[in-house]
């Protein structure tokens, strides 16, 4: 894998390139913050679902960009995957921290009055899902903390690599994967389901940004080298999503008789279009665009960004999905 050494250079006298996906990010993550405050004040049950989306989301946007930032041809963009890495991991830390007070809420079922009550308290504080949240920010310091000392040496990618790793397996400590089993299966099959998802979703993260300061041949490398992990990530995605399908659900016919297995179909639709998206630009997009075609580089860098909208519309469904009993 080639390093990347072709960059577009910027126009004398504009502010750095740097600054401005990390600000939009910046915004981004803002304007969700609002949201969720809005949200518990008009309902907690919302205010639980808004947070635990936004903890979802950038926890895998976070692990995933980690997980691209030490690729060797992401090396000439790392400054500015780094500054948006450190939003989302800061995104990331406040929303898993605000699940815990909006699950005593829910526990409570009395709305801010119930952050005062010992009991929802405890209850919250020794279930699973404190756990999760536990390991969720170790994970995340670990990422904060591997973008700062990566560099040439190959041991110096570990702590970023062990943070995703750690981030995306947080996600395993709760719901069905908790309560389904045979459990080495179940949590293997978890594990590769949310790791590929955080590859996707963070790595098309960081491919935007890199696709902002690549140009020319050097930018069709990099999208060649990114869709050939890609065939790795959706048969991993896939392989983890159906093996959890067939141990959760008890029988096909829950598929359209359960609002766990009508939510799978759902999510399973979305994720089916994605893939084939994904598929078409790497058989007829990337090679063009590795051959220099700024024609074609521009329906990648808008194929891209669709991928991305529809991924977050994933994550979202997730949610959801986390929620339904899977036996009906």
Not at 189 to 214: D, P, S
Request: proline share 5%; net charge positive; hydrophobic share 60%.
């Amino acid at each position: 894998m080639q390093a990347v050494t072709a960059l577009r250079p910027a126009p004398a006298g504009s502010p750095p390139m740097a600054s401005g996906p990390a600000t939009l990010v910046a915004a981004l993550a803002g304007a969700a913050v609002a949201l969720v405050a809005t949200t518990a004040l008009l309902a907690t049950d919302v205010g639980l679902y808004a947070v635990d989306g936004a903890a979802l989301g950038s926890g895998l946007a976070s692990a995933g960009l980690a997980l691209f930032f030490v690729l060797p041809g992401a090396a000439e963009v790392r400054p500015v995957l780094r500054r948006v890495l450190q939003v989302l991991v800061t995104t990331a830390f406040a929303a898993t921290a605000l699940t815990v007070p909006f699950e005593i809420m829910a526990v409570d079922a009395r709305g801010l009055t119930g952050l005062g009550d010992a009991v929802a308290r405890d209850l919250v504080l020794r279930s699973d899902d404190f756990e999760a949240v536990l390991v969720r920010c170790v994970g995340l310091a670990a990422v904060a903390l591997g973008v700062r000392v990566v560099g040439r040496r190959r041991l110096t990618l570990l702590p970023a690599i062990c943070g995703a790793v750690i981030v995306a397996g947080s996600f395993v400590f709760t719901g069905h994967a908790r309560t389904n089993g045979p459990g080495a299966v179940v949590v293997a099959c978890a594990l590769a389901h949310v790791l590929a998802a955080a590859a996707w979703f963070g790595g098309l993260v960081g491919l935007t940004l890199a696709l902002r300061r690549v140009s020319g041949p050097r930018a069709g490398e990099l999208l060649a080298t990114f869709a050939s992990l890609m065939t790795g990530i959706v048969t991993m995605l896939f392989a983890g999503g159906l093996g959890l399908a067939f141990l959760y659900l008890p029988s096909p016919d829950a598929l359209l008789t359960t609002a766990y297995g009508q939510v799978l179909l759902v999510k399973l639709a979305v994720i089916g279009g994605l893939a084939v998206l994904a598929a078409a630009n790497h058989r007829r997009l990337v090679p063009l665009a590795a051959k220099g075609g700024a024609r074609e580089l521009r329906v990648l860098r808008m194929n891209v960004t669709v991928e991305q909208i529809g991924l977050l519309a994933v994550v979202f469904i997730t949610e959801v999905l986390m929620r339904q009993n899977p036996g009906g």
